[in-house]
């Protein structure tokens, strides 16, 4: 049996995955220079899996912080499968849930403690930190979604969310 501290948001014990902004250059508007400031860790199931398609399961823990007034967030991608969506559980904090289609018209949804996100598989998403604590949230997700991150790398978001001017 797995546990979750619902309080942490903490999947067993270690990380699977773990970001810091040194890590994310050019995901941010500004240069992040070498800041190694822990933006997100993730727990639990990670990736793609072999074998016929399976549900995956996550949480992650989205430290509040700015790069130069835009807020911590999450890399973003596309599904490579499109018709493989996601579910979003916000256990705690506050956020955003930034959404994008393949026209580039983006979308922010709040995320709050307790609110539910169902994601078309269709569509790019990302998460921002809006808050001051850490934001931490629970994402399932079929094994064959396919995660396609080089596309949002290449071209980002159409629109970036700041603390002071929200989402331009």
């Given at each position: 049996m797995i546990r979750i501290d619902w309080t942490t948001g903490v999947?067993?014990?270690?990380?699977s995955s773990v970001r810091t902004?040194?890590?994310m250059e050019?995901?941010?508007?500004?240069?992040v220079g070498n800041r190694n400031d822990v933006v997100y860790e993730i727990f639990g199931t990670a990736g793609e899996v072999n074998g016929p398609p399976k549900l995956l399961y996550a949480t992650t823990v989205l430290h509040p912080g700015q790069v130069e007034g835009e807020y911590f967030m999450t890399r973003g991608h596309?599904?490579?499968n499109p018709e493989r969506g996601e579910l979003v559980f916000t256990l705690s904090g506050e956020?955003?849930?930034i959404l994008m289609d393949r026209n580039r018209n983006t979308w922010m949804e709040p995320m709050l403690e307790g609110g539910?996100?169902?994601?078309d598989g269709a569509h790019a998403h990302r998460v921002a930190n809006t808050g001051n604590v850490p934001l931490i949230f629970l994402v399932a997700w079929m094994s064959d979604c396919g995660h396609?991150?080089?596309?949002?790398k290449a071209k980002g978001f159409s629109l970036r969310l700041f603390s002071e001017r929200g989402l331009v």
């Open positions: 999947i067993g014990s270690e990380p902004l040194d890590q050019g995901v941010f508007a500004a240069s596309f599904h490579t956020g955003a849930l539910i996100h169902d994601i396609d991150y080089e596309s949002i």
